[in-house]
């Protein structure tokens, strides 16, 4: 759990990054408004460059969002361009498979990626697959998470709330005038929106991973905001799913799902939502920063807003702390010692200042480096900037990314989403499943201390 202390200290770093984003919106081009810092990788003068001796690495990252797919890969053709001597052999491909999944089937054909996204840091730290993050790379970052003491990433950025991406049109037309200030204000707009003849609502049901930003949207209000530490409570059978917020925060969602979004949304997969708002097939998706770029080149002429959904106190309660996860060095790469260098390189070259902001613009997220970054961000992001500068504004995360005692099974999120799938299609009953889901927490926790 972070302290009140460092987590004062990680709001005054997020509003240096929202003044420094914000003073760039009228810059010319985002490669243009970057530091002009001299780079590790990319001015290497050829004499120099043939004097290296070849190197290579492998390289694995999560594919399901197209925009941070493309950044990435797009981070290292620039980067091998002008590092002629080191090869990177990028593993990263798409899967229907989660990419904790991923990662592990990986791991067992002897194909773990030299240098890997990790999201599940514990899962794998434990298991002996990666290193701690080099004191000189430690060093580029604000403060890291640390687990078991130790820095094991390199943030690639930092945590940043998801929202309501909603079309302005569709809004006019079903005679919204006014943004929510209580979640039964955001069900009076969803009537409103279904009574115009527009689905209200577009999910990406397909990928896993979509169904928990309502999921966890819903718990984030009902339990995390009021107990950051639920997750050890729950392992320590001090909590239930079958509680009474739990099973509130589950009959919502449950009731969101069955009158209010598209018909369609197990077979709609998360690449596919935003042309359904652009085409006016949806009014709305709930989604994070990544998708404001996706939707602006699907139609630039599409005018879009973005707001966090406040719960029906009106408080706003949204994802934004830091949690240990960004690229590692796995223990197999740090025995070599010319990979692990080719490999510190890289990360250099991905963090420094005009690398950074075309991955960073690319996905409209807020850095995680010391040294500012800068690039012109949207009417959008300007509002993700001033959730995550705003005190009363409570930061939170989803049910997966805590850590320490508060880490969940690492397989539970998937199962318990694909459970909540089956509960709005079977139209369950929300406490009989919330009884499955603890029978199969226990489980899995009981698996794991084998």
Known sequence: MISRKKWMRFSALILGASLVLSACGGGSSNANNAANAPTSGGNTAPSQQEDKQPVSF??????????TKK????????????????????????????YLDWLKTKDAVGEFPDLVEMRDTEVFADAGKIVELPSDLIELFNDPPKVEGKVWNAPMQVNSP????????????????????????????QEKLKASGISPLVVGGKDIFHMGFWVNKFLVDQVYA?????????TAQEVSFTDANVVQAMTDYKELFQNYVDKGWLSTGDNQTASFLVTEKAAQ?????????QIAEADPNFEFGFYAIPD????????????????????????DAGKQEAIKEFIRFFFEPENYSLYLASINAIPSTKEA?????????????????????????????????NQIPPQFRNWYYKL?????????????YMKQADTEYDNQVKVNAM
């Open 162 to 189: 998801q929202g309501i991406i909603y079309s302005k049109k569709a809004y006019e037309a079903a005679g919204v005038t006014e943004l929510p200030t209580t979640y039964d204000e955001f069900l009076e707009i």
């Open 420 to 432: 909540l799938q089956e509960l709005v299609v079977t139209d369950g009953d929300v406490l009989d």
């Open 58 to 67: 492998t390289i694995g990252y999560a594919t399901g969002d197209p925009a």
């Open 285 to 293: 998706l709930f989604s994070g920063t990544w998708m404001f770029t």
């Open 373 to 405: 970054v800068t690039y012109e961000s949207s009417e959008q992001m300007q509002v993700v900037l001033e959730l995550m500068a705003d005190p009363n504004v409570n930061k939170s995360l989803a049910i997966n990314n805590w850590w320490g005692e």
């Open 71 to 98: 950044a990435i890969a797009d981070t290292i053709q620039r980067f091998t361009e002008k590092n002629s001597h080191i090869t990177i052999k990028d593993y990263s491909e798409t899967s229907s498979a989660s």
């Open 226 to 234: 009021d107990d950051p530490d639920w997750n050890s409570k729950r």
């Open 312 to 335: 029906r106190e009106g408080k706003l309660n949204v994802i934004g702390l830091p949690s240990p996860a960004g690229w590692s060095i796995s223990t197999e790469a740090s025995k």
